[in-house]
């Protein structure tokens, strides 16, 4: 594993990786072929999609070695947003919403009931 990482921290790499390909695959496409037709938009974005592939299979493989199913999906939506939002403001020039507070704030929830039984597994032994 690179770095001598554990597996989570390997999941996580792979997983923000993997979550810039497919912003990108995902939404890219509105700003810089917006003029094209939308099979050529597809079919860039499908060529993207594939390295993220190559990245998130593995990433939820490894994951899964030491994490559930939801804690898996819940780190991926985390991961979502810390990715989406820079890429929203940056590259997008969106505006910067009180919606990603709003949403972050869901999400932390999310985390804290899907790793809840690690948690508390943790603190007691």
Known sequence: MPFNLPPVGVTIVLLFASNVFMTFAWYAHLKDLS???WIIAALVS??????????????NRIGHTVLDLGQLKIMQEVITLLVFVPFSLLYMKEPL???????ALCLLGAVFFIFRPS?????LS
């Open 35 to 37: 003029h094209k037709p």
């Open 46 to 59: 499908w060529s993207i999609a594939l390295f993220e592939y190559l990245l998130q299979v593995p990433a």
């Open 97 to 103: 919403r009180l919606d990603f507070l709003w949403a």
């Open 119 to 123: 948690i508390q597994s943790a603190w």
